[in-house]
């Protein structure tokens, strides 16, 4: 089986090849990992010590970060080495101060995972939530390098738990411990002879606590806000601007929007402000206005979405008219802010709970989105009482990045 993978793997990576000629995403994931080795030369040498941290995403890196920061407090002098999987994750982090080299992930190929392990050397290995590299891990085992999986998730559907996934569970085997969100998790590990499980939550939610100790304020967010009762609208895909443009088209003048869309590409920046009626300024023109006069604001730059979930009375979170579904509700939740968001989230724990508890509100139509919004405007009351579940069940499960460290620390 693993001969059949790593061809497949090649034969994939052709493709990518070709496909990078006429996709930009694609033309980043290929040319991003062309000096991953000669970056490596660079930075690390021989006598160093390092700790390797891999994250498919962007949501992976933002999950693992409160673990990243305790490890680099508890081992100043090893060099953190960040690795990502996507171009998605890689354009926005790759200039982070919390590594000291951040890097794609060269593909899974033996060849790779020999040369990259040897060049990074790493004490300690964290992969984050998911992504099982077969080659990797059987390296990191060949080697006895101590690895483990942070906020992990695993579903009945998965691989592993199948007849046929003998060659994905043997992949497992190179994990000293696995930390998972919960109890699903780790009965389906323990059903295929994985004991060394504990059930350790979701290092998010310690990340969204952090948020709430550093400065959010934004002066021109203050300006444009006005005092009035603002939406904020982050992570917005096409089917969830669908409806949100009809509602604000027909929203009373005593309202506010700030739209924060998931794609920031200038075509569609310019389609989403051409299908808004109401005055729109954009991020980008903000110097050139009185922030005051408009009523929707485009954000259309990236790293500041989470400070401006601070000003916001309500929060719609987009993705969930897509697949896999729903973005990062506790952003928005840890300030204390009520959650509306689409019909897709049952495989995110975390906003399935809160609707469970109230705090979160699904809509599925425009009918429903509707309602849910002018509930939460004239209803001061129940949006209230809304935010305070959301703060709430944000503080009740912190701990997660504690309770991975301390089990870490005493069995070294």
Request: hydrophobic letters at 40%; aromatic letters at 14%.
């Amino acid at each position: 089986m693993l001969f059949l993978y790593n061809i497949l793997l090649i034969f994939a990576s052709q493709v990518v090849k070709i496909l990078a000629l006429f996709n930009t995403k694609m033309k980043l994931f290929v040319d991003g990992r062309k000096e991953v080795f000669s970056i490596l030369q660079s930075n690390i040498h021989p006598k160093d010590k390092s700790i390797w941290f891999h994250a498919a995403s962007l949501g992976e890196y933002e999950q693992g970060l409160p673990v990243i920061e305790k490890i680099k407090t508890q081992y100043p002098n090893h060099k953190i080495v960040l690795t990502f999987f996507s171009p998605s994750g890689y354009e926005v982090r790759k200039s982070n101060s919390i590594a000291d080299v951040t890097i794609y992930l060269p593909l899974d190929t033996k060849s790779n995972a020999k040369k990259f392990i040897k060049a990074v050397q790493p004490e300690m290995v964290f992969f984050i939530k998911y992504e099982y590299w077969p080659n990797y891990l059987n390296e990191l085992k060949k080697l006895k390098i101590k690895t483990y999986l942070i906020s992990g998730v695993f579903r009945e559907k998965q691989a592993f738990f199948k007849w046929h996934g003998r060659f994905y569970r043997k992949a497992l085997t190179a994990f000293d411990y696995f930390f998972v969100q919960n109890e699903g998790s780790k009965k389906l590990l323990n059903n295929i002879g994985f004991y060394n499980v504990k059930i350790s939550g979701d290092t998010r939610f310690d990340r969204v606590v952090a948020i709430l100790e550093k400065d959010n304020s934004l002066d021109f967010i203050e300006n444009f806000k006005n005092n009035k009762t603002t939406i904020v609208i982050g992570s917005s895909w096409p089917k969830d601007d669908n409806l949100l443009v009809n509602y604000i088209n027909n929203a009373s003048l005593d309202l506010k929007f700030i739209i924060a869309p998931h794609n920031i590409h200038k075509s569609e920046i310019i389609t989403l402000q051409s299908l808004i009626k109401k005055e729109t300024v954009l991020f980008s023109e903000k110097e050139k206005h009185n922030l005051a006069d408009f009523q929707v604001f485009i954000i259309d730059t990236i790293g500041i979405l989470t400070k401006i979930y601070s000003y916001a009375d309500i929060a719609y979170v987009g993705g969930g008219f897509g697949n896999p579904g729903v973005h990062n509700i506790l952003e928005p939740a840890t300030f204390g802010v009520p959650v509306v968001i689409g019909p897709n989230y049952s495989h995110f724990a975390e906003a399935t709970a809160l609707v469970h508890q109230g705090g979160g509100t699904t809509i599925s139509n425009q009918n429903e989105l509707n309602e849910a919004f002018h509930n939460l405007i004239f209803n001061e009351d129940e949006r209230h009482e809304k935010g305070h579940i959301c703060a709430t069940f944000v503080q009740m499960n912190k701990g997660a990045t504690d309770v991975i460290l301390k089990h870490i620390f005493e069995n070294q």
